[in-house]
C-alpha cells in the first residue's frame, strides 16, 4: 500500500483564471504522485451573488513558467509514510505554461452561497456523494489515476471570470 | 493496470443524430479498447432555450471524419494511440444500445430552483455509463478492431454540452 495523503485547502477565493489548486512533482523529485479522488464544496458562509462557473481540471506535462501562490503540505494518513520529498500542493500558483491536450475534466459550479431554506444548485454542492470529481480508486485496478511523473503537475483551474465565492477543495494522493 | 486515457469533448453542440464523443479502434489494429466510463456535463454559461432529447450510448461498426480528439494520457509514459480515434461529430454506423438517457438542453443556473439541467452539473448524474462498481466478472464495454462506441444524440438541435469517455488500451 503506497503512502498516502490529503492536500486540502479551505475557502479558496474565486478569480478570474485563478488555479485554485495544484499539485506538483518537480523535476527531479525521484518520485511519483498519484491522485485517486478530488472532493470540492461549496464554502460560502456569506450572502452574495453567485454565477454559474466552470472549473477545468488539467494535467500539466512540462513544469515551465511557474510562479507564486500560497504552498499546502498535504497531511499524511499515517505518520509514518515515506517522506513526500518535493512534492508540494499550492493554491494560486501562476503556470504559464499549459500546454495543448492537458484538460482531463471540466466541472459546472454555482458559486452562489447555500443557505438551509431553499434547494438549488448551491445547496447541493454540500453533498459529498455528489461532488466528488474524480474518483480512480474504484476498486477497478485495471484503469489508472492521474499519474504525475516528475516535472509534471495537476491543476484546477477557474476558467469563467467571477471573483464571488469560495470553495474547499481535496485532493487524495499517494507518492511513491 | 492498463493504460488509461481520458477522451473530451467540450461545448459539444447538440444536433439531431449527432455523434457527440466517440472512441473507435480501428480495422486491422491489434489494440483492445475497454471503455470503462462515460459522462456528460451540462456546462453551459449563456442562456439557451433548451428542449429535451435522448442520448443513447451506441456500438459502431464505422466511423469516419468529424472533429479528431487527442485523448488525455492519464500516465505520459502510456504510448501514443495510432490505430484507435476518436472523434466528435464523426460519421458512424452504428448497433447494439447499450443505454439511453433523458437530457435538458437547457442551461443551468446558478442559483434557481432546481430543474432536470440544474442535476446535470454533479458528478452521479452525469456519469452517464461506469464500470466501477469492483465486480471484476463484469466486463466494459470492449472494443475490438473494427469496433467502437459512441454517444449519440437523437432529438435536440439547441444548447451543447461537455463530454468524455475514459478508457484503457491493451494488447489483449
Excluded at chain 1, 12 to 20: C, E, G, M, P, Q
Excluded at chain 2, 139 to 163: C, E, H, K, M
Aim: charged share 15%; proline share 3%; hydrophobic share 40%.
Amino acid at each position: 500500500m503506497a503512502g498516502t495523503w490529503t492536500l486540502s485547502c479551505r475557502a479558496i477565493n474565486f478569480n478570474t483564471s485563478k488555479h485554485l489548486l495544484s499539485l506538483e512533482n518537480p523535476s527531479g523529485s525521484g518520485k511519483i504522485a498519484k491522485i485517486y479522488k478530488i472532493y470540492a464544496q461549496n464554502s460560502a458562509g456569506i450572502a452574495l451573488t453567485g454565477t454559474q462557473l466552470q472549473l477545468e481540471m488539467r494535467k500539466l506535462v512540462t513544469l515551465t513558467s511557474v510562479s507564486a501562490g500560497i504552498a499546502i503540505t498535504p497531511q499524511a494518513y499515517k505518520s509514518d509514510n515515506v517522506a513526500l520529498g518535493t512534492v508540494t500542493g499550492y493554491t494560486n500558483r501562476t503556470y504559464t505554461t499549459i500546454g495543448t491536450n492537458s484538460l482531463m475534466r471540466r466541472i459546472p459550479w454555482s458559486s452562489d452561497e447555500a443557505n438551509q431554506t431553499t434547494a438549488s444548485t448551491d445547496e447541493l454542492e454540500l453533498f459529498l456523494p455528489y461532488n466528488v470529481w474524480w474518483d480512480s480508486s474504484y476498486t477497478d485496478a485495471n484503469c489508472q489515476p492521474i499519474v504525475l511523473n516528475a516535472n509534471e503537475a495537476f491543476t484546477i483551474q477557474q476558467l469563467t471570470t467571477s471573483t464571488v465565492g469560495f470553495i474547499d477543495i481535496a485532493m487524495e494522493i499517494t507518492v511513491e | 493496470m492498463a493504460s488509461t486515457y481520458t477522451a473530451t469533448s467540450m461545448d459539444t453542440v447538440f444536433a439531431a443524430n449527432k455523434s457527440m464523443i466517440s472512441v473507435f479502434n480501428e480495422v486491422g489494429s491489434t489494440d483492445v479498447v475497454r471503455v470503462y466510463r462515460i459522462w456528460a456535463f451540462n456546462n453551459q454559461v449563456t442562456a439557451v432555450t433548451g428542449v429535451l432529447t435522448n442520448l443513447e450510448i451506441r456500438r459502431l461498426t464505422a466511423s469516419t471524419g468529424g472533429t479528431t480528439i487527442t485523448p488525455v494520457k492519464h500516465d505520459t509514459t502510456n504510448a501514443t494511440l495510432s490505430t484507435v480515434t476518436c472523434a466528435t461529430n464523426s460519421t458512424v454506423t452504428s448497433t447494439d444500445l447499450f443505454r439511453r438517457v433523458v437530457w435538458s438542453t437547457d442551461e443551468p443556473a446558478a442559483n434557481a430552483t432546481i430543474t432536470l439541467d440544474e442535476f446535470q452539473v454533479l458528478m452521479p448524474i452525469a456519469t452517464l455509463w461506469s464500470q466501477g462498481y469492483g465486480d471484476t466478472s463484469v466486463s466494459p464495454i470492449t472494443l475490438r478492431a473494427g469496433d467502437g462506441v459512441a454517444v449519440i444524440n437523437t432529438g435536440a438541435s439547441s444548447g451543447q454540452a461537455d463530454f468524455f469517455i475514459e478508457f484503457t488500451v491493451g494488447a489483449s
